[in-house]
């Protein structure tokens, strides 16, 4: 058993290198369509990581009026933390804004002289909210509109963010869209092209396949061959998919770092944590399609 | 043993053969002779599994043909030798590997064929040919290599299809020694042929086949058309 599933690896092998040419084109083909399904989860993985990014830098801020109390100030963030809906809010003072903003613009002598010629501080007390989750923002803005802080709070802006997102996010949808048609089209073509191979080996080799039968070779023996050979597309093409694909992240992670000023996460760690996702994909994704087609193939031309 | 049991066999275009009965005792050497198209093929077709009579038995050594499966039918193949007609001997292989591809296929231990291999290529007398390709070998040293390929694994049963066909006289003779010999060694032995002079000299049983029906049995025959 053990020795005929030796024999028939073998067999399977030589079908793959006696017609290397095809063998290659066909190999290609499946490098193109595993290629394209590792960028559409790529694309994936980056987009989730831009909204991520976009939805962290919203928040909103609270100016509260000059004459405020501390105590007043506190009495508005402690019933803001104890909002479920509410992930952080923080505290800055007017002295604190300031000190930041000299130090901001310490380089630049005609804002700073602007600053000091106005009388006292003419920054805001402010506290700063973020929102577990995007929808909840609403919550907090009907939160604040209450007349009980209408006294105290100035104004506050709503970072509105929503727009970007959805443009973001309409553009991915709309790449995801092209990127599975793509790759569908992709695995069609792969089917047919390697459904040929096999059917041309399959042609070559009628003689040896006769003679198989005659001296009594179980339709097994005859058969696996040609699924191994399916197998080897798939194997080695996304191999060649992996070797293509790695140096492309390497070199695009940084400039998605800069281009969407991606803060806390990092595009590189993002993917290397998903790499053996993406080339574990591949691997049986290839295998699959070369398994598909071979079946068909040997269904439709080895009429055993 | 083989057996025919009133075997019935059509195709679309007609009756092939019709009420078979045949007895065929182990260790026989039988010619089949008659024109082309009167069954002969059709026969080993039968033997070999790869028809099914429409009626009747066909036992192989206790072994129902028409009855098996299709996934045992490899297994049964095993136990036959086939020669045909136009040698089937794979190009791209030497005579070795085309007499050792019998039992690669067939799951034979590697062992075995380095044991198996060399014998049957002594039996049809291809030794120091082992590394040649098929084309490097005649017409005669080509059919002793298909043989040498139907009887590597010991099979009980030969089946030869006009074997000496593209042969002449002389070659076909030396084929027919080969056989021979196989055959004292106590195997069966069922050939078909057009070759007078051949059945003639064999002094064997000759089947003589007619329209699909056994027209005469003759325990020591004659080509007789």
């Known amino acids: 058993m053990l020795r005929s599933l030796f024999r028939v690896i073998k067999f ?13 084109a066909t190999t290609l083909i499946m490098v193109l369509t595993l290629f394209s399904i590792s960028l559409l989860i790529i694309l994936n993985l980056y987009g989730d990581l831009i909204i991520e990014n976009i939805k962290n830098k919203i928040d909103v801020t609270v100016f509260f009026q000059q004459d405020v109390s501390k105590a007043q100030i506190d009495e508005v963030q402690s019933a803001l933390s104890n909002m479920t809906d509410v992930d952080e809010v923080k505290y800055t003072s007017k002295d604190e804004a300031l000190k ?10 005609l804002i700073l002289s602007s600053i000091t010629e106005l009388e006292g501080n003419p920054l805001r007390d402010t506290l700063v909210i ?37 443009k973001v996010s309409s553009t991915l949808s709309i790449a995801k869209k092209i990127g599975i048609g793509v790759s569908v089209i992709f695995c069609i073509i792969v089917v047919l092209v390697m459904f040929n191979t096999i059917r041309m080996t399959i042609y070559t080799q009628k003689d040896e396949i006769s003679i198989m039968r005659l001296v009594g070779a179980t339709n097994a023996f005859i058969e696996i061959p040609f699924i191994i050979e399916g ?21 695009t992670t940084p400039k998605i770092n800069e281009f969407f000023q991606l803060v806390n996460v990092d595009a590189a760690s993002v993917i290397n944590k998903n790499l053996l996702i993406i080339i574990a994909v591949q691997l049986l994704l290839g295998i699959f399609l070369g398994v598909v087609s071979s079946a068909i193939a040997i269904r439709k031309y080895l009429k055993v | 043993m083989i057996e025919f049991k009133q075997i019935n ?7 092939v053969l019709s009420d078979i009965n045949l007895t065929v005792n182990d260790g026989e050497f039988i010619t089949f002779v008659g024109r082309s198209g009167v069954g002969k093929t059709t026969i080993f077709r039968l033997l ?51 007499v050792a591809f019998t039992l690669v296929v067939s799951g034979a231990s590697n062992k075995k064929i380095k044991e198996l291999v060399p014998q049957a290529i002594g039996l049809v007398g291809l030794s120091g040919k082992e590394n040649r390709f098929p084309h490097e070998l005649s ?35 030396e084929i027919m020694e080969i056989l021979l010999r196989i055959n004292k060694l106590g195997n069966t032995v069922l050939i078909a042929t057009h070759d007078r002079d051949i059945v003639n000299r064999l002094n064997k049983r000759v089947i003589t086949m007619e329209n ?14």
């Open chain 2, 9 to 15: 066999k059509s195709y679309s275009d007609g009756l």
């Open chain 1, 12 to 24: 399977g092998f030589m079908n793959f290198w006696r017609n290397i040419w095809m063998s290659f």
């Open chain 1, 231 to 251: 197998m080897l597309y798939g194997l080695f093409a996304s191999v060649i998919s992996t070797l293509i694909l790695y140096p492309i992240i390497l070199y």
């Open chain 2, 139 to 173: 017409g005669g040293e080509q059919q002793r290599c298909a043989i040498a390929r139907a009887i590597v694994h010991q099979p009980k049963i030969l089946i030869a299809d006009e074997l000496t066909g593209d042969l002449d006289a002389i070659y076909s003779w």
């Open chain 1, 100 to 109: 930041e903003f000299q130090s901001k613009h310490g380089d630049n002598p």
């Open chain 1, 130 to 166: 973020r929102a577990k989750n995007l929808d909840k923002y609403n919550d907090i803005k009907i939160f604040l509109d209450n007349e009980k802080y209408q006294p105290i709070v100035e104004k506050f802006t709503f970072d509105d963010n929503k727009e970007i997102i959805n």
């Open chain 2, 212 to 225: 699909g029906k056994v027209a005469k049995d003759q325990a020591v025959g004659r080509y007789m058309i």
């Open chain 2, 48 to 98: 070999i599994g790869e028809e099914k009579p429409d009626s009747g038995e066909l036992i192989v050594n206790g072994c129902n043909v028409e009855k098996l499966t299709k996934s045992r039918i490899p297994y049964y193949r095993r136990k036959l030798g086939v020669v045909f007609q136009d040698f089937k001997l794979l190009s791209r292989k030497t005579v070795y590997e085309n």
